[in-house]
């Protein structure tokens, strides 16, 4: 823009001068009347709502990651539990069985059992110098200067006497765990005498309680079933032992 000045230096009369406008007076700007303008102000609200709405499109979109995030994670932390309890039962399973067949097989080989047998009585015949053996320990008859007597010798060569007789022994015979001693006495009699291993002397008896004896000299002396026979003066004499 050109400016012209006069000679004095001050501004002509032509120079334009800057203009001092009301502008509202002047019509230059419209006063926004209520309700103008809504536009920009509807368009903060749209904003905003747009962001709410982002906002909160965000956060369902965070939710449901979320919840799929720990819908997986539980899924993934189940699985392992539910294979460790299917390998527990099904192991249990087979130890059942297991043990289940072991029985059955153990039963099908055990044989039955078979009782205990019974001790079969000692029926033993020996002759005045031989020995008998019961229980472990062996019996003979020994002279111990006029007398008799029956000896026993345990395990480990120890020998004791039993007790002395009263006549002339003329055999052993072992019977059901007794030594039957047939001996001859001094008076011309004879009888039988018995020792029971582990109880001591007794005399043997007849079914009416009786001792057993009789007149002559014993010569031999044998053993059939329960019945000890003896020989008297060539006869027979039997001497049941059970009744």
């Known amino acids: 823009m050109t400016v012209n000045a006069d000679d004095t230096g001050e501004l002509g009369t032509n120079t334009p001068q800057p203009v001092h406008a009301d502008s509202v007076s002047n019509g230059a700007f419209d006063k926004l009347e209520e309700g103008q303008g809504a536009v920009a102000a509807s368009n903060r609200r749209g904003g905003a709502h747009m962001a709410g709405g982002a906002h909160a499109a965000d956060g369902q979109h965070k939710s449901a990651y979320s919840a799929a995030g ?105 019977y059901d765990g007794a ?16 020792y029971t291993i582990g109880s001591g002397w007794s005399q043997i008896m007849d079914r009416d309680g009786k001792p057993v004896s009789g007149e002559g000299s014993i010569s031999d002396a044998t053993l059939e079933g329960s019945t000890v026979v003896l020989t008297v003066n060539g006869n027979r004499v039997d001497v049941p032992l059970t009744w």
């Open 70 to 174: 720990t819908h997986a994670v539980q899924s993934e932390e189940q699985l392992p539990i539910d294979r460790r309890t299917l390998i527990v039962v099904v192991v249990g399973a087979l130890v059942a069985i297991a043990v289940i067949v072991a029985l059955f097989i153990n039963v099908l080989n055990a044989s039955p059992a078979k009782p205990a047998a019974e001790p079969e009585a000692d029926k033993v015949v020996a002759q005045t110098g031989d020995s008998i053996t019961s229980r472990g320990a062996s019996y003979h008859i020994a002279k111990n200067g006029e007398k008799y007597q029956l000896m026993e010798t345990r395990e480990g060569g120890k020998e004791v006497s039993l007790g002395d007789l009263s006549g002339t022994p003329a055999g052993l015979v072992l």
């Open 179 to 194: 030594v039957l001693i047939p001996e001859n006495l001094a008076d011309g009699k004879w009888d039988v005498m018995a």
